[in-house]
């Protein structure tokens, strides 16, 4: 699906020729379709993390406006954000205003162990915040205090709480 959007807004801000335009605007569609009916956790209010684990919630939907999948404006995406907002404990990702990839102990990753959080879904969920926070003002102060407690100064991609 990335790829065909990424094919089709090149085509039309370069003004080059695209003979599969209609075959790639379907595929995109069918495909969002399938994404929004198959992904998206009805009882939870958020995307999961595959079609088989609609239950595991997975900080990689926080890209969706990124790519331009949905606007991060859309009640289905601010909500599947403000459960990655909440702790583990609570069922979100986000400890210490950092943010897991996802919850280990529902998903196997087939590499096992405890996992910190990572640096790029705490900017990846800064982003959203922000994004969203063109409609939802109240989450605006959350990615400013994201970033400036947490992001600042750090070099590493996994954060480990254990450290």
């Keep these: 699906m990335i790829r065909s959007s990424l094919g089709l807004r090149l085509a039309d801000k370069r003004s080059l020729p695209c ?53 991060g404006s859309d009640p289905r995406f601010i909500s599947s ?11 979100g990702l986000t400890s210490n205003n950092l943010v897991y990839r996802y919850d280990v102990t529902k998903s196997d990753d087939g590499v096992g162990g405890e996992e910190g959080t990572f640096c790029l879904c705490t900017l990846w969920c800064v982003e959203a915040l922000t994004r969203a926070g063109e409609y939802d003002r109240t989450l605006l102060p959350r990615a400013v205090s994201m970033f400036e407690v947490s992001l600042i100064g750090l070099r590493r991609e996994l954060m480990s709480l254990f450290n």
């Design 81 to 91: 954000l403000k459960q990655i907002l909440k702790t583990p404990e609570r069922g």
């Design 19 to 71: 003979p599969n335009r209609q075959r790639w605007l379907s595929a995109r569609d069918e495909l969002y379709e399938e994404i929004m009916s198959k992904a998206w956790n009805a009882e939870g209010k958020y995307f999961g993390q595959s079609y088989e684990e609609t239950d595991v919630l997975d900080s990689a939907v926080l890209i969706m406006p990124l790519v331009f999948f949905m606007h």
